[in-house]
């Protein structure tokens, strides 16, 4: 006998409040469990079957994999703070942005437009201005050009691993922190409070990446290479155990848009080849990047984790040329996710190249300071200065290990206002990964207290 007492707009109230802990959707199980109600789940199915049809939440995956999401007006009294003056945007983009942030129910929906990859001339077309292409060459140099492939990303891997699984995995919603990816990918211990999907994620990531900065001449754009990067990105997270690296042979949707991909597996795989044709044809590296970026999320070839494996693509040309890579540093999550809005619903790249060219000039300068080469300030860590200070003198004085570390770096991070919280949280973990014996003085720690840290920190 169900003991219910709650009205049905109650209970439609309470599932949407607990779908709101899930910002990457939820399972019927954990939304039964989040809102608390004692409903059996051939009810519970009931009313998400209705907020469907009534369009307030959608879905992604399918049979026991399927996931529910709230759509963007259903928290519309809760906006998700944009990072609009992040990075600077064209006026184009900010038109764009402008566009999608209208209801769902007012956005045209559309499909997969063919003409949008078949009109692409490799070469002849480009995307990005011949000054934009400038830029990014000057930005990426590393001195390796005339080198092996992989020369550079291979000196740099330790630092890349992190960096890329990170920013890759945050961009999906993971909850891992910069210090508990840097302890499961250096010591293979995986976070307590965290799920074993976001360790998966994490971990494919890393298997992918050192993938991709082998020497193997095959590591170009082709079925091998992209193919197995799904696999090792999808491992052990689709629930069919077979579509790691396999193309898609049904229709998929986009949370939160009104874009719906190719259904047919005929022409997905049509296109696939002729994407994987044009991008490999494409002589620019920074071009055949931003293209994969673009083109590939666009047709969705595979079941999920299309937009993982276009980014880490996205580094192939990069690792083939010993240019700089690009892994994402400081890319708010909205802006990216709305730059890929408006390449699936109106085929507009300007959005997302705004982004790249912010990223790519944002990851160059991290590892150009691996390199040893000076640059600006960084005016948000100038601001934070002292607070910095006192947490890491804190962390390394006490002997704390990452995850004591990760605790106290959290905690204190709750007196800085909510909208710089998580770049400052991220910019100290970052300034404690970068300390070695050459640069902890100016945080006035003796060198018996660094050693005795530094023990603890790399158990």
């Known amino acids: 006998m169900n003991n219910n007492n709650n009205s049905p707009k109650e209970e439609v109230r309470q599932i949407l409040e607990a779908l709101k802990e899930y910002p990457n959707g939820a399972s019927a199980d954990e939304i039964l469990k989040a809102s608390g109600l004692p409903l059996k789940m051939r009810s519970l199915q009931r009313r998400l079957s209705n907020l469907i049809a009534n369009g307030e939440i959608?879905?992604?995956?399918?049979?026991?994999?399927?996931?529910?999401?709230?759509?963007?007006?259903?928290?519309?009294?809760?906006?998700?703070?944009?990072?609009?003056?992040?990075?600077?945007?064209?006026?184009?983009s900010k038109d764009l942005l402008r566009h999608l942030s209208q209801p769902i129910q007012r956005r045209v929906p559309v499909g997969y437009q063919r003409e949008f990859l078949e009109s692409y001339r490799p070469n002849a077309d480009s995307y990005l201005t011949r000054e934009e292409v400038q830029r990014l060459a000057e930005l990426g140099n590393t001195a390796k050009l005339d080198q092996p492939a992989g020369t550079y990303a291979r000196q740099i891997l330790n630092r890349l691993l992190i960096d890329l699984s990170w920013n890759?995995?945050?961009?999906?919603?993971?909850?891992?922190?910069?210090?508990?990816?840097?302890?499961?990918?250096?010591?293979?211990?995986?976070?307590?409070?965290?799920?074993?999907?976001?360790?998966?994620?994490?971990?494919?990531?890393?298997?992918?990446?050192?993938?991709?900065?082998?020497?193997?001449?095959?590591?170009r754009f082709n079925r091998y290479t992209i193919q197995n990067l799904h696999g090792l990105l999808a491992n052990n997270l689709l629930a069919d155990p077979e579509a790691p690296g396999r193309?898609?042979?049904?229709?998929?949707?986009?949370?939160?848009?009104?874009?719906?991909?190719l259904v047919i597996p005929q022409l997905i795989e049509e296109y696939f080849d002729l994407l994987l044709q044009k991008a490999e044809q494409i002589k620019n590296p920074f071009e055949q990047s931003f293209f994969i970026m673009v083109q590939?999320?666009?047709?969705?070839?595979?079941?999920?984790?299309?937009?993982?494996?276009?980014?880490?693509?996205?580094?192939?040309?990069?690792?083939?040329?010993?240019?700089?890579?690009?892994?994402?540093?400081?890319?708010p999550e909205d802006l990216y996710i709305q730059g890929m809005l408006a390449v699936y619903e109106l085929n507009r790249v300007e959005l997302l190249k705004d982004v790249f060219l912010w990223a790519y000039g944002r990851s160059a300068a991290r590892y150009a300071a691996l390199r040893q080469s000076l640059g600006e300030p960084n005016p948000f860590r100038l601001k934070y200065r002292d607070a910095i200070r006192t947490l890491?003198?804190?962390?390394?004085?006490?002997?704390?290990?990452?995850?004591?570390?990760?605790?106290?770096?959290?905690?204190?991070?709750?007196?800085?206002?909510?909208?710089?919280?998580?770049?400052?949280?991220?910019?100290?973990?970052?300034?404690?990964l970068s300390l070695h014996d050459g640069n902890f003085a100016r945080y006035w720690i003796r060198p018996s207290e660094f050693r005795r840290w530094k023990a603890v920190w790399n158990k």
């Open 168 to 219: 890759s995995s945050r961009l999906e919603g993971n909850t891992y922190t910069l210090l508990d990816t840097e302890r499961l990918i250096s010591l293979g211990e995986a976070s307590d409070s965290k799920s074993a999907m976001d360790a998966q994620m994490i971990l494919n990531h890393k298997d992918a990446i050192e993938f991709i900065v082998q020497s193997d001449p095959e590591i």
């Open 296 to 331: 590939l999320p666009y047709l969705q070839p595979f079941d999920d984790v299309n937009k993982r494996v276009s980014r880490l693509a996205a580094n192939i040309p990069f690792n083939r040329h010993n240019l700089s890579p690009l892994s994402f540093i400081d890319v």
């Open 247 to 261: 193309l898609r042979s049904f229709g998929v949707g986009i949370a939160r848009s009104v874009y719906t991909p």
């Open 58 to 92: 959608t879905t992604t995956g399918k049979a026991r994999a399927v996931r529910y999401h709230l759509l963007p007006q259903t928290v519309a009294h809760q906006p998700k703070e944009r990072h609009t003056d992040a990075i600077p945007l064209t006026a184009v």
């Open 392 to 432: 890491i003198t804190q962390v390394i004085s006490q002997a704390m290990d990452s995850s004591s570390a990760s605790e106290a770096i959290t905690s204190y991070a709750e007196q800085i206002p909510e909208a710089d919280r998580s770049k400052f949280i991220e910019a100290v973990e970052t300034e404690l």
